[in-house]
Protein backbone atom coordinates (compact mmCIF):
# COMPACT_ATOMS: atom_id res chain seq x y z
CA UNK A 1 0.00 0.00 0.00
CA UNK A 2 0.57 3.81 -0.06
CA UNK A 3 0.13 6.16 1.85
CA UNK A 4 -0.43 10.28 1.30
CA UNK A 5 0.02 12.84 4.01
CA UNK A 6 -0.32 16.37 2.72
CA UNK A 7 0.70 19.43 4.72
CA UNK A 8 1.49 23.37 4.01
CA UNK A 9 -2.65 24.80 4.01
CA UNK A 10 -3.83 27.39 5.71
CA UNK A 11 -5.49 30.74 5.56
CA UNK A 12 -4.30 33.92 3.25
CA UNK A 13 -4.71 37.34 2.04
CA UNK A 14 -5.98 37.52 -2.06
CA UNK A 15 -2.31 37.78 -4.35
CA UNK A 16 -0.31 35.63 -1.60
CA UNK A 17 1.53 32.26 -1.95
CA UNK A 18 1.41 29.26 -0.39
CA UNK A 19 3.87 25.95 -1.14
CA UNK A 20 1.45 22.33 -0.37
CA UNK A 21 3.91 19.65 0.33
CA UNK A 22 2.79 15.66 -0.27
CA UNK A 23 4.92 12.53 1.06
CA UNK A 24 4.48 9.03 0.11
CA UNK A 25 5.87 6.33 1.81
CA UNK A 26 4.99 2.37 1.88
CA UNK A 27 5.04 0.45 -1.62
CA UNK A 28 6.23 3.62 -3.69
CA UNK A 29 7.30 1.03 -6.35
CA UNK A 30 3.58 1.46 -7.74
CA UNK A 31 3.63 5.06 -7.65
CA UNK A 32 4.44 6.85 -11.64
CA UNK A 33 2.57 9.85 -11.37
CA UNK A 34 1.35 12.26 -8.73
CA UNK A 35 -1.27 15.29 -8.58
CA UNK A 36 -3.17 17.45 -6.92
CA UNK A 37 -6.87 17.73 -6.99
CA UNK A 38 -9.44 20.04 -5.22
CA UNK A 39 -12.68 19.84 -4.19
CA UNK A 40 -14.38 23.46 -3.02
CA UNK A 41 -17.88 23.43 -0.77
CA UNK A 42 -20.57 22.57 -3.37
CA UNK A 43 -18.55 21.33 -5.79
CA UNK A 44 -17.08 17.88 -7.45
CA UNK A 45 -13.36 17.21 -6.46
CA UNK A 46 -11.50 18.46 -9.95
CA UNK A 47 -7.98 18.19 -11.17
CA UNK A 48 -5.05 20.89 -10.52
CA UNK A 49 -1.87 19.67 -11.77
CA UNK A 50 -0.31 16.37 -11.94
CA UNK A 51 3.05 15.32 -12.91
CA UNK A 52 4.83 12.37 -13.60
CA UNK A 53 8.24 10.58 -12.33
CA UNK A 54 9.86 12.13 -15.63
CA UNK A 55 8.85 15.41 -14.87
CA UNK A 56 6.14 15.91 -17.30
CA UNK A 57 3.45 18.18 -16.01
CA UNK A 58 -0.56 19.20 -17.39
CA UNK A 59 -1.97 21.96 -15.17
CA UNK A 60 -6.08 22.79 -14.71
CA UNK A 61 -6.32 26.42 -17.34
CA UNK A 62 -7.37 28.77 -14.03
CA UNK A 63 -3.99 27.91 -12.27
CA UNK A 64 -1.40 27.98 -15.53
CA UNK A 65 1.09 30.64 -14.77
CA UNK A 66 0.57 30.60 -11.22
CA UNK A 67 0.62 27.31 -9.81
CA UNK A 68 3.72 25.34 -10.06
CA UNK A 69 3.89 21.55 -9.54
CA UNK A 70 7.33 19.55 -8.67
CA UNK A 71 8.84 16.26 -7.06
CA UNK A 72 11.68 15.64 -5.32
CA UNK A 73 14.75 13.55 -6.50
CA UNK A 74 13.34 10.48 -5.06
CA UNK A 75 10.04 11.37 -6.70
CA UNK A 76 8.55 10.25 -3.01
CA UNK A 77 7.61 14.21 -2.50
CA UNK A 78 5.20 16.04 -4.77
CA UNK A 79 4.69 19.97 -4.21
CA UNK A 80 2.62 22.24 -5.42
CA UNK A 81 3.54 26.31 -5.41
CA UNK A 82 0.62 28.62 -4.98
CA UNK A 83 1.27 32.57 -6.40
CA UNK A 84 -1.35 34.88 -6.77
CA UNK A 85 -3.84 33.63 -5.13
CA UNK A 86 -7.47 34.10 -5.92
CA UNK A 87 -10.89 33.45 -3.40
CA UNK A 88 -12.09 31.00 -5.90
CA UNK A 89 -8.72 28.81 -4.78
CA UNK A 90 -10.32 28.31 -1.20
CA UNK A 91 -10.86 24.37 -1.63
CA UNK A 92 -9.45 20.97 0.58
CA UNK A 93 -6.43 19.91 -1.55
CA UNK A 94 -5.90 16.42 -1.81
CA UNK A 95 -2.87 14.57 -3.10
CA UNK A 96 -3.09 11.60 -5.51
CA UNK A 97 -0.71 9.23 -7.14
CA UNK A 98 -0.80 5.96 -9.38
CA UNK A 99 0.36 4.79 -12.28
CA UNK A 100 1.21 6.41 -15.84
CA UNK A 101 -2.27 7.11 -16.96
CA UNK A 102 -3.33 9.77 -14.25
CA UNK A 103 -0.85 13.01 -16.27
CA UNK A 104 -1.79 11.44 -19.83
CA UNK A 105 -5.26 10.32 -19.44
CA UNK A 106 -6.57 13.10 -16.63
CA UNK A 107 -7.52 9.88 -15.04
CA UNK A 108 -7.23 9.76 -10.94
CA UNK A 109 -4.82 7.39 -9.75
CA UNK A 110 -5.32 4.65 -6.79
CA UNK A 111 -4.07 6.66 -3.48
CA UNK A 112 -5.56 9.49 -1.42
CA UNK A 113 -3.80 11.69 1.17
CA UNK A 114 -6.66 13.14 3.61
CA UNK A 115 -6.23 16.84 2.31
CA UNK A 116 -5.49 19.71 3.21
CA UNK A 117 -7.59 22.99 3.80
CA UNK A 118 -6.52 26.36 1.47
CA UNK A 119 -8.61 29.66 2.17
CA UNK A 120 -8.10 32.60 0.28
CA UNK A 121 -9.97 35.33 1.84
CA UNK A 122 -9.26 38.82 2.50
Known amino acids: QVQLVESGGGLVQPGESLRLSCAASGSISNINDMAWYRQAPGKERELVAG???????NYRYSVRGRFTISRDNAKTTVYLQMNSLKPEDTAVYYC????????????????WGQGTQVTVSS
Open 51 to 57: ITSGGLT
Open 96 to 111: NAGGRGVVLYGRPGTY
